[in-house]
């Protein structure tokens, strides 16, 4: 067969050579173990909660080793493509505080030496090296129609055979070029396939930086370089890619482990250098039906998108922290050790990954997004609810700009001193916790063990008392003496001791007074509440307790 030939009549249009390709796209030039890694999505528009961690694991692993990070765009199957889909793919990623170095930064503007880095603008490329594979007798065409190729599979069911275009079923791979010439000239179309040089008697092994050494069969199957319309298959694409853009280190979800004998071979076969690979474990979740395991589904489960996140309002660096804690099982110990430490300084690795697949918790994000809450300053939580706001509760927003000042000073309670409270773990959480500041309560959990009229008579009384202008350390001693002239034991050890000689205790007292104030039994410092409140509401408050007491039956 003359390959030149045969290639000249299947590319006719490639004129551009493997070679002078290849020297179009320079070698990177970076220090001694720099890994140069890529996030590389469909343009689908849905960033899945995997998919973000994936990209996480990937920028980890460049930057940590003063590598590259670039986001190349897959779109070789146009169905799986929505409008916009690429510049939600890049806001999904760069919200979380990954960054990007190089690659796409929206559906047409792009960043870095080594572009198009979105594949459906690269399909000359793609082609020139199969004209190349083409002319070393490496591919072929294959005309096999889908009912031909069904039939196969039928009788290698049958046969109990391995699936595949192989062997004495690899009807295409020695068509004479007349008989190729006269399927093209009547207008037959093709796919283009390997000739894979593979052995079925022999087996490949690599190591997996997060799995460890995995060993497999050799390919052996003709698998499709190009699809009849030109456009290559993943398989093909990701690998001239990964070779031109300079990718040493290959981090995927593990569904492609199987795949990984083709790639391997077609970087042989390509005579590229073979990446590393490290190949990720689904993240899973804890099954309620079943009491298992099961990977977090796209269709069950809302934390799945990457967009519930914002939704519900996590900061993005808590989800980022997040993400670290079930990255690395050594993470939490650090943080423990380094609570004040930036995460992007813990030295993330493979060796601390799990092999089994994450467990996704959202109990466990809720208490890591909560300790990340407490940490920020009184403007830094402010912001992110308004931002949060702005976007999903439009009246929550109207409430919180109407005077700042006031919005701020709710924020600030209890905030910055050594152990801050852990309220608020989502600003879909922040409508309901400070809801009693912007209206006074409607109803009020008081405690069961005071009488209504004991009630009455603490609220008239703290209203005689109560000095706005107290210092926080006056404030308690203040109640606590009050509680003693009312009959209540000023602190609850006395009580315990002789239950029979009081009304109750100061803490009994205290919490009239914080549900008359709030409504509610748990709150913040009462303190500050009422500071935030002001004199006069804080009056109205009581006022209104007290008549709601009185019509109480
Ligand atoms: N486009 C492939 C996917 O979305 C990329 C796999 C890879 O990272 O090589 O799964």
Not at 76 to 99: A, H, L, S, Y
Not at 110 to 126: E, F, L, M, N, T
Not at 151 to 157: D, P
């Amino acid at each position: 067969m003359d390959n030149k030939k045969l290639a000249e009549l299947l590319f006719p249009q490639i004129e551009q050579t493997k070679e002078e390709i290849e020297n179009s796209y320079k070698k990177r030039d970076l220090p001694q173990g720099a890994r140069v890694t890529r996030f590389a999505p469909s343009p689908t528009g849905f960033l899945h909660i995997g998919g973000l961690f994936a990209a996480f694991v990937s920028e980890r692993a460049a930057h940590t080793t003063d590598g590259v990070f670039y986001l190349r765009i897959e779109d070789t199957d146009k169905k799986r493509e929505v409008e916009n889909g690429v510049t939600g793919i890049v806001k999904g990623i760069t919200d979380f505080g990954i960054k990007i170095d190089e690659g796409m930064l929206s559906e047409t503007e792009s960043v870095g030496d080594y572009a198009p880095y979105i594949q459906s603008k690269r399909a000359k490329i793609y082609q020139s090296y199969c004209k190349d594979l083409v002319e070393k007798g490496l591919a072929y065409p294959c005309f096999c129609s889908a009912e031909e190729l069904n039939a196969v599979r039928e009788e290698q069911e049958k046969n109990k055979e391995n699936p595949g275009y192989y062997g004495k079923y690899a009807k295409c791979r020695d068509l004479t070029l007349e008989q190729i010439e006269e399927n093209i000239k009547n207008g037959m179309p093709y796919v283009l396939r390997l000739k894979s040089p593979g052995d079925e008697n022999k087996r490949i092994s690599f190591e997996d930086g997060i799995k460890g050494t995995i060993e497999m069969p050799e390919n052996i199957l003709d698998i499709v370089l190009l699809k009849t319309d030109g456009i290559p298959t993943y398989h093909f694409a990701h690998a001239i890619d990964d070779h031109l853009m300079g990718t040493n280190y290959v981090i995927r979800g593990d569904e492609w482990i199987s795949s990984a004998p083709i790639h391997l071979q077609l970087f042989d076969v390509l005579g590229f250098e073979t990446p590393s690979y490290a190949h990720i474990s689904p993240i899973m979740k804890e099954d309620e039906e079943t009491g298992g395991k099961r990977k977090l589904s796209k269709r069950k489960d809302p934390e799945a998108a990457v967009s519930y996140y914002h939704e519900v309002g996590y900061p993005n660096k808590a989800v980022l922290e997040y993400l670290y804690t079930i990255a690395n099982s050594n993470y939490e110990q650090w943080r423990m050790e380094n609570p004040d430490t930036p995460m992007e300084e813990f030295e993330f690795d493979f060796a601390h990954m799990s092999k089994a697949g994450a467990l996704f918790d959202l109990v466990k994000l809720t208490d890591v997004s909560k300790t990340y809450i407490s940490k920020l300053t009184t403007d830094e939580v402010f912001e992110g609810v308004k931002a949060w706001a702005e976007e999903y509760n439009k009246d929550f927003y109207e409430l919180l700009m109407k005077d700042t000042d006031y919005s701020k000073s709710i924020f600030a309670i209890e905030r910055g001193n050594e152990k801050p409270r852990k309220d608020i773990a989502k600003w879909e959480d922040t409508p309901a916790y400070t809801e009693y500041f912007f209206n006074a309560p409607e109803a009020y959990d008081f405690p069961e063990n005071l009488s209504k009229e004991d009630m009455i008579e603490i609220l008239q009384k703290y209203k005689k008392v109560y000095n706005h202008n107290d210092i926080a350390d006056d404030w308690f001693p203040r109640v606590r003496d009050m509680s003693e002239a009312l009959g209540y034991a000023k602190a609850p050890k006395f009580y315990k001791k002789n239950p029979e000689e009081f009304k109750g205790h100061v803490g009994d007292v205290s919490s009239v007074i914080r549900v008359a104030a709030t409504g509610r039994r748990n709150t913040p410092d009462l303190y500050q509440i009422l500071q935030v409140l002001g004199e006069k509401e804080t009056m109205d408050r009581f006022d209104r307790a007290i008549s709601a007491l009185k019509e109480e039956k």
